[in-house]
């Protein structure tokens, strides 16, 4: 083999290298992901629930009972799309109790967006649909919040009667 021969096939190695590496930076970014900041009121109850699914669903939670309004206004949530905690996960805001499915969909997707928001606090949503509930669960949708302002409907949840 001459040295051309040699360099070439090391050139070829090297890209074949560089063009698997963003896949494998793609697979190690969800386990990074997987890190969860909460912004929520201490007594909150519900937003306690929420945690535990998130955990549940194999995600590192860190919680801070601060109440979550300043980090709903610095994340550029509007109002309307409120509810009782605001987190944070892989670059992406989430607002109130989006299903940890629609949190790794959004992960493995990565849309260009602020993150998710299921507005208010509809019963059978996650952390929302305890014994209280009696099994009661109201259909809900988890909205994909552009950063333009506006949203679309991410996931549709449709209730169902007790």
Request: glycine share 12%.
């Amino acid at each position: 083999m001459t040295a051309g021969a040699i360099s070439r096939r090391g050139a070829a190695g090297a890209a074949l290298i560089l063009a698997c590496a963003p896949g494998m930076v793609l697979a190690a970014s969800p386990a990074k992901a997987l890190q969860v900041e909460v912004w929520k009121d201490p007594e909150c109850g519900c937003c306690k629930d929420w945690v535990a699914h998130l955990e549940a669903n194999g995600f590192k939670v860190k919680v801070n009972d601060t109440g979550n309004n300043a980090v709903r206004v610095r994340l550029g949530i509007d109002k309307k799309h409120g509810s009782c905690h605001t987190a944070i996960v892989g670059g992406y805001a989430l607002e109130g109790h989006v299903p940890a499915r629609e949190v790794k969909r959004l992960l493995s997707e990565r849309p260009a967006a602020v993150g998710l928001a299921v507005p208010g606090m509809p019963v059978g949503s996650p952390g929302m649909d305890g014994a209280v509930y009696g099994g009661r669960k109201d259909s809900f949708d988890v909205l994909l919040l552009a950063k333009d302002g506006t949203s679309k409907i991410y996931q549709r949840y449709e209730g169902k009667k007790s």
